[in-house]
């Protein structure tokens, strides 16, 4: 290891220390994302719900994860003579938005046919339930601004609860009052409603905007808590099947490295060490090698070689010999290039070498011309010759 290695490993070190120590002191943020988890701690969490709502029921709770269609699916009994769902109470589900499926949806009908209820807390309902209980909402809320909340049964208190962190502008702005008994509403409006029974069939549906009045942060807060322990109560002393489908897991990570994750200074020196690495292996961890010497390639002298040769031949006025070499080296680059015949130079030599060469056929038939004529001359040519016959033989190999 190089003294200059273990300065570069020394001074990671340092900062790893240096950002450690520095982190330590600093308070740890809070997360105010809204998990509605069971298992969150976190402000917007459910964990506390999750431990109290037995109590605030005062019933037995039965958490499932699977969606409602699902375990109600499972739970129906299909008997000829029964044709019942083998479990009797209410379903609860909590959550930001909504998380129900059409298919669930549905399923959610028959069961509350068959005497059960339903209570939905969310801030966006499933469009099928909307649409089949004739129901719509509206949003009209400032994210400065706090909700004030009340129940209209005035047996359970005319106390206001007010509401702000993840609190939803979303109310019900129409609905069939034949059916619908209003039992809550917020900003001390009556024309803003924001919890409903919906009687269907044997059973009721109660809808709810405002789920974050079930967070660990508001059942924390002054008296919030007796806000939700009113809103359940209206599906207490029965059993409650509660749906907290992605709230058992969905903040735990599955990645060994989720502890290191989670605490801040780990992170951060997790990511040094990453890419200190990388840092390490691109500047140090490259293979070293001798500097490569550039060998100049030998000069090709057959070109020289063979001007050489040309101007002997024409300074010598042998222009027969000329032109015979340049024919050769003609018909040569034919064959190599082309790999056509060249024995004899007719008009299926003239067809093939026009098809593969591209070149125009008019310059290949002067060529092959010239070249017979050559071969069919029995007086000795003239430096004219030589200039016409080089001149075609350039135009089909240039």
Do not use: C
């Amino acid at each position: 290891m190089t003294g200059k290695v273990k300065v570069y490993i020394g001074l990671l070190v340092l900062l790893f220390a240096v950002v450690i120590i520095l982190d330590i002191n600093q308070p740890k943020p809070i997360d105010w994302r809204p998990t509605y988890s069971v298992n969150e701690k976190a402000p917007l969490g459910l964990f506390i719900l999750d431990n109290e709502i037995e109590e605030l029921l005062d019933a037995e709770v039965t958490k499932f994860q699977v969606t409602p269609y699902e375990y109600l699916e499972a739970a129906y009994d299909y008997d000829s003579l029964v044709k019942d769902y083998a479990i009797k109470g209410s379903l609860l589900a909590i959550s930001q938005s909504n998380t129900i499926d059409d298919e669930s949806a549905k399923e959610l009908f028959y069961f509350a046919s068959r005497a059960n209820n339903v209570l939905l807390s969310m801030k966006s309902f499933p469009e099928v339930v909307l649409d089949s209980l004739r129901i719509e909402t509206r949003n009209s809320f400032s994210l400065t601004d706090s909700i004030a909340l009340r129940l209209a049964n005035s047996n359970l208190g005319t106390q206001k609860y007010y509401l702000k962190e993840d609190a939803a502008g979303t109310y019900f702005s129409k609905f069939d009052t034949l059916t619908t008994t209003v039992l809550g509403y917020q900003d001390a409006d009556s024309s803003r409603v924001n919890f409903i029974k919906v009687h269907y069939n044997s059973g009721d549906f109660y809808l709810h905007t405002q789920p974050a009045a079930f967070t660990n942060f508001h059942l924390l807060k002054g008296n919030h808590h007796q806000y939700a322990g009113k809103v359940l109560s209206y599906i207490g002393n029965r059993k409650v099947f509660w749906y907290a489908k992605g709230q058992f897991d969905d903040s735990i990570s599955s990645s060994p490295l989720r502890y290191i994750f989670s605490q801040p200074a780990l992170a951060w020196a997790w990511y040094l060490f990453v890419f200190g690495m990388l840092f390490f292996m691109i500047f140090h961890a490259k293979r070293k090698q001798r500097i490569v010497p550039i060998i100049v390639p030998l000069a090709n002298t057959t070109v020289e070689f063979a001007k050489t040769i040309g101007n002997l031949y024409y300074q010598e006025g042998d222009h027969n010999t000329i032109i015979d070499k340049k024919i050769i080296y003609f018909l040569e680059k034919i064959r190599t290039d082309y790999l056509i015949d060249t024995a004899k130079l007719d008009n299926d030599f003239i067809r093939k070498l026009h098809q593969k060469s591209g070149k125009d056929i008019f310059d290949i038939e002067r060529v092959v011309h010239l070249i017979n004529m050559h071969r069919k001359s029995h007086h000795g040519s003239v430096e004219s010759d030589l200039i016409q016959i080089n001149n075609a033989i350039e135009k089909i190999t240039l």
